[in-house]
Every structure is written in structure tokens, then in C-alpha cells.
């Protein structure tokens, strides 16, 4: 199979295009959205890892949704940056508005072809939804080359008029077409029955890339996948860290380390840097304040822990035995015990730049910097964990209209606990001290003091980024107001500051949604 492709010439015949998708499939994710900054920082670190084709957005959405696809059209390189489109004019001219500065660009155009959402969706009949098809495809390719047609709901699609479909929208003009799982609902033996199908019986099926996109209701995302991708489908549809709608989609590092590990089974190429692979990963846990499970495939902290006697007794002998890969593969490192107090700013650089963080800015280096002394001089023992925490609460602070200054608690079983809080708000510095039911509350009345607000408070959690009575809190706090939820995290030695600095996380965020239409649900 070889195939020429408007953006990537002619392919390998086992070259694996990855497209992610987490910065719009995964910020449809509840409590996961992000603000232009986080978006163009998540965008910049998929360009490093590799992606192939980043879809940035729904730019019809909102028109922070459209200013967020047109900035990392303009300021980050090295992918085909894709904008979403569904089969409508507007949609679709903004998409290839959004998308023009991009040295390459995509539009990716859908629509549903299922029974069950033509009927109760669209309300359309399968003759109207072909017109729509061929018209919306006509349409992209008056913007660019690259086009992308998705049939929502593809696996739930009557194959023979999925064949129709797809025709239709190669005739009009798609270079590349994707049957998505959209919800969850198929299993490894429909994908290969489906994609093989449509590769058999389609006219031109044979010249275009086919793409799968799965989501992971019942636990097959990945299985699903590679399931396509082994019936001829050449672009994954994928996110970091499997966020997604529902249950997530398939987990872009899941996939490319399946593909590494198993090259007996899963003879496939692609340009993803794997040693990058967990340094994006806690990025955007860090971005979303969402931390990934500890047992997670690859980048769960206890993703290449081993605690029972027998598995450790082997590690000793050969880590071969239990480890079917190795963790600085996927950007691991052991522990480090050199940094402390005494430790200095080139070191400090240093050290951050092995941990995957060269591109920091002065300004967040210093507040890193400042807040690793105060560390140093706390904790008999600074890893790299503790490091990472720190410099993520700063970078991810960047820019925020709230700020963290200080903080006082006195607490007790005598009497109420009191917060004397101090927040920068605006650029003015303002005051508040409450007492509540404890530390946390009284610090949490005096954040709404300082800046009232109607939020609800609906999870509140405390984990341990090391392991010590001196280890850093990481907090998480999520809010909703009005149909909005975010989460936040921060990080600190004290866990009441650690709580503070999750809930003015979480409140920035909040203030970002406030701003934003919230796009109509999407899929694909």
C-alpha cells in the first residue's frame, strides 16, 4: 500500500500518521478546558513529542475556540494543524479561517451516518445526509488540500451505506477518511471487519489515508485501534493520556509503545519521540488539574513500581523479568537525591533541563527557583518528583488574574481555625482573614472574601507527590457555577498552601469559562 498525500508526499506503506486530539476531543472533557495560553503550551510540547497532525479545535465554536486554532496556526511548527468542522458553511469557512496562517492545514468535516442519529439527531434522510457530504468535502477543498471526512458513529453505520458515504466524500475531494467508534460500542473484530470492508468495496479507497478514531467506553479504545490499523487504517486518532468524552479515547502513549514494544506484531512506524512521552503526559495533568491513575499504562506512578517479593527478587536478577520495557523509554528517570539547599541557579537549570523543561521562561524560572530554596530548606531531601510538582504549579500560573502570596493559619481543638490569606488579584495585592471549620475551610471563606463569587466546591483531595512526613501535598479542588466545572492543583510542603493554590488555580480557570460560549456537543 502507497499512497501521496497533500501534506506528506508519499507514504510508507507502514508509516502510522498520529493525529491528537487532546486539545479538542480531550477539552471536551469535563472540568478539562483550557485557556489560549495552556492550549498554545500543550500545543507547542505534541511538536516536540511528534505528533503528525494536531487538531487544534472547533473554531465555529466560540470565538475563543477560533482565536486559540489561529494562534497555533500562526506561532507553532512542525505538524498540520486541523480545525473541526461540522458539514455546515459557517463551520466549515471558519475552520478555513482559522487555519490559513498554518504552513499545513487540514479541515476536518463530519457529519452522523448511523440510523439511529440521522433519525434522532440530524433528522435527515440518508439521500440529504450524501448531499451533505459532497457539498461540505466541495466546500473544505476550497480552503485546502487536506481534507478530512469522519462518519460519526461509522461502526454503528449500515456497511453499505457507509461504502456510499465514503465514496461520496472521496469523489468530492477527502484525502483522508475516518470511520470513528464514537461511542465506545465496538469490538476488535468489527474494526478489521469494517475497515477491510470499506477498503475492499469502495472505489478509490485504495488512494486515501483511513483513519481510526476510538473512544473507550468499554475499554477497547486501544485494542480497537490497532484492530484498524492492522485492516489498513493508516492515521491514529488519539490524546494524551486518554482524555476524551465519557470514558476517553485511546491513549496516544498506549498506542505508540504498543507499536514500539511488539514490532512482531505491529510492524508500524512513527515519528513520536518517546522519551518525551511522560513529561507531556504530567503537562497536561498539570494544565487540566487532573492526575492520571497510579496504575495507568505508562505514565502511572506505579507504572514500573514493584513491590511484591517475587517481582523484585526477578528485577534484581534481569528487570527483563517483569519490565517489558524500559522507563527511560517513555521519559522515567530514578530518582535523583543531588539537588538541595546549597544547590545553585546553573544547577537548578540543569536540572530542569533533564527533566524535560528547557523551554521554561526567566520569569517562571525564578518563581521556581525562589520556591525550590524555600523547598530545599524544609525537606531533608528534594527529588525530582518534588521539582516537577513546583515548577508545574508556577508555569501553570502564568498569566492568571488571581495570584498566590502568603498565607497564615492558626488551628486547633480550642477554638475555630483562623486564615489570614493574601492574594494578588489584578495586580493589586488584597487581604482577608476568616475562620472556618478547620484550616482548609477558613483559608477557602478568606479566597471568597477577597474575590466573591457563586461557585459550588464539589471535590476537595489531598495525595502526596513523595513519599515522608516532609513530602509536597498535591491538591485538587474542582467548582462548578452554572453548568461550568474545572479543576485545579497545587502543590506544596503545607497542605493548607497546597489547597489554596488548587482552589485559585481552579478559580482562574472558572474565570476563563465565564468568558467562553461553551461549543455544542461534539463527536467523531
Known sequence: MSITHPNFGKMDANRVIIFDTTLRDGEQSPGFSMNIDEKIRMAEALAVLGVDVLEAGFPAASPGDFEAVNRIATEVKGFVVAGLARSAVNDITRAGEAIKPAERKRIHTFISTSPLHMKYKLRMEPEAVLEAITSSVALARN??????????????????????????????????????????YAVPDD??????????????????????????????????????VHAGARQIECTINGIG?????????????????????????????????????????????????????????????????????????NAATYEIMTPE??????????????????????????????????????????????????????????????????????????????????????EPARAELELEVDGAVKTASETGDGPVDAAFRAIRAIFPHNSELLLFSVGAVTEGTDAQARCTVRLQEEGKMVDGQGADTDTIVAAVRAYVHALNKLITKRARTEPEALSA
Not at 170 to 180: L, R, S, V
Not at 349 to 366: F, M, Q, S, T, V
Open 329 to 414: 523509554s517513555v521519559g522515567w528517570q530514578k530518582t535523583s537525591l543531588v539537588m538541595g539547599k546549597h544547590s545553585g541557579r546553573a544547577a537548578f537549570r540543569d536540572k530542569l533541563n533533564a527533566l524535560g523543561y528547557g523551554d521554561i521562561g526567566d520569569n517562571a524560572l525564578n518563581d521556581a527557583f525562589r520556591r525550590f530554596k524555600d523547598l530545599a530548606d524544609r525537606k531533608k531531601i528534594v527529588y525530582d518528583e518534588d521539582i516537577v510538582a513546583l515548577v508545574d504549579d508556577e508555569v501553570v500560573r502564568d498569566h492568571q488574574r488571581i495570584k498566590f502570596v502568603s498565607l497564615e493559619v492558626r488551628a486547633g481543638s480550642k
Open 191 to 228: 474494526m478489521a471487519r469494517i475497515f477491510s470492508a470499506v477498503r475492499e468495496k469502495v472505489p478509490g479507497a485504495g488512494k486515501v489515508i483511513l483513519s481510526a478514531h476510538c473512544h473507550n467506553d468499554l475499554g477497547l479504545a486501544v485494542a480497537n485501534t490497532l484492530a484498524g
Open 245 to 317: 468524552e465519557r470514558a476517553g479515547n485511546a491513549a496516544l502513549e498506549e498506542i505508540v509503545m504498543a507499536i514500539r514494544t511488539r514490532p512482531d506484531v505491529n510492524p508500524y512506524t512513527h515519528g513520536i519521540e518517546t522519551a518525551r512521552i511522560l513529561r507531556t503526559s504530567k503537562l497536561l495533568a498539570s494544565i487540566t488539574g487532573f492526575d492520571v491513575q497510579p496504575n495507568k499504562a505508562i505514565v502511572g506512578r506505579n507504572a514500573f513500581a514493584h513491590e511484591s517479593g517475587i517481582h523484585q527478587d526477578g528485577m534484581l536478577k
Open 143 to 184: 480552503f485546502t488540500d487536506d481534507v478530512e471526512w469522519s462518519a460519526e458513529d461509522g461502526t454503528r453505520t449500515d456497511i453499505e451505506f457507509l461504502f456510499r458515504c465514503v465514496e461520496a466524500a472521496i469523489k468530492a475531494g477527502a484525502t483522508t477518511i475516518n470511520i470513528p467508534d464514537t461511542v465506545g
